[in-house]
């Protein structure tokens, strides 16, 4: 009997245990620095609604986007997909966007106005982002669609050019219709990130046709367990805008003033990629260890993305792999072995988990004074 309430005891015990260890945990707030002369906005500007296929009323979205600190995001339902239009008749196709302005009442996030054109390829899915009105987008022609997104000076985007269920090579193919809408300054960016999804052939497109570098999510369930459960977080563009306002990110995207982020895979163009590394690595200190020409440099990583580095310096490290992740939020101490006593330096790493061009991580310098 004391045996059997023993065994009780601990299996009690130890369900109690098991369940605080099932407790994830919850949405952690998004933060990168500010890079010179620009805001560093975190944006998602491709999701759904049950206005469209997606599966929550437009609150969540908003809900989501405060719990993980995003500065905008776009309600894009497809136009021409409607699964739940038998249970939630809309005519007007601003309604998801108008739920999400509501919503967000009060709080510092924008809510920008979006919509999906919907089509098979090689047409494909595009966003049409600050729309004045997304009911005048729906056209038979894909064609007029686009002309119509031109008139209300929407910015536009390539969704998931390399998504197999159209393009069965898991490559993009950039289709005589794209080509042409380029000409007509009718497209102007790429989803490079889409979901779980990183094209490389995807950002030689973007390069190759100057079109704008985007990360989204495309979320039609919960951010949380597609995302926040694995200990994720949602594919987002940083938007490099002159200040936080709607017409302000529409100005950078233009510009192509991005950088599309998915953890710690970083895609962008140089001018900007760098500048968002090197301010989200700080050095906060340099001494020598008494008697030794071994340089000890705390460095700090003040992003949400963890950062893959390589030693790129001339000086090899003492005790520090040349290969290291310094994660999000954490201080690390490298040793660096400068074979003689140095006022200053410069700490060199590539950046590996970034990427320039396909296959081209940025090398990112920090100047050192020593203590
Ligand atoms: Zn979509």
């Not at 260890?21 to 944006?43: M, R, W």
């Not at 042409?180 to 973007?206: C, F, M, P, Q």
């Not at 989200?280 to 992003?303: C, G």
């Amino acid at each position: 009997m004391k045996l059997l309430k023993l065994i009780l005891f601990f299996a009690f015990t130890l369900h109690g245990l098991n369940a605080q260890n099932h407790s994830h945990s919850g949405a952690q707030p998004l933060t990168y620095p500010d890079i010179e002369g620009f805001k560093t906005l975190k944006t998602d500007l491709h999701m759904h609604s049950v206005f469209s296929d997606g599966n929550v009323w437009p609150t969540i979205r908003v809900q989501e986007a405060l719990r993980e600190n995003l500065d905008a995001i776009s309600l894009t339902e497809h136009l021409e997909y409607q699964p739940h239009k038998a249970d939630i008749p809309h005519p007007d196709r601003n309604r998801a966007h108008n739920l999400a302005l509501e919503e967000a009442k009060g709080h510092d996030l924008l809510i920008i106005p979006g919509s999906e054109i919907t089509r098979s390829e090689p047409i494909g899915h595009s966003n049409a982002v600050f729309i004045s009105d997304a009911n005048t987008l729906l056209h038979d022609k894909a064609e007029d669609a686009f002309a119509a997104a031109k008139k209300q000076q929407a910015f536009v985007f390539w969704n998931h050019p390399a998504w197999y269920r159209q393009s069965p090579t898991g490559n993009p193919v950039l289709s005589d219709f794209q080509k042409e809408r380029i000409k007509n300054g009718e497209l102007h960016g790429i989803e490079v990130i889409n979901s779980l999804d990183y094209a490389e052939e995807s950002l030689a497109l973007a390069l190759e046709q100057n079109l704008t570098i985007m990360g989204t999510s495309d979320v039609h369930g919960l951010i949380d367990w597609d995302y926040t459960e694995n200990g994720k977080h949602r594919p987002i563009t940083l938007v490099f805008a002159k200040e936080k306002s709607v017409e302000s990110i529409r100005e950078a995207l233009f510009a192509g003033r991005t950088v599309a982020v998915y953890n710690s895979l970083l895609v962008g163009k140089p001018e900007y990629l760098k500048p968002l590394l090197q301010a989200s690595v700080k050095i906060n200190s340099a001494a020598y260890h008494d008697d030794t020409q071994v340089l000890a440099v705390e460095i700090e990583n003040i992003s949400s993305s963890d950062l893959l580095l390589e030693n790129a310096s001339p000086y090899t490290f003492y005790s520090n792999a040349p290969i290291f992740t310094l994660k999000a939020g954490e201080k690390m101490t490298l040793q660096l072995k400068t074979l003689e006593k140095l006022d200053s330096t410069t700490l060199k790493l590539r950046a590996m988990g970034a990427y320039t061009a396909p296959k081209e991580h940025p090398v990112l310098e920090w100047a050192i004074r020593v203590e």
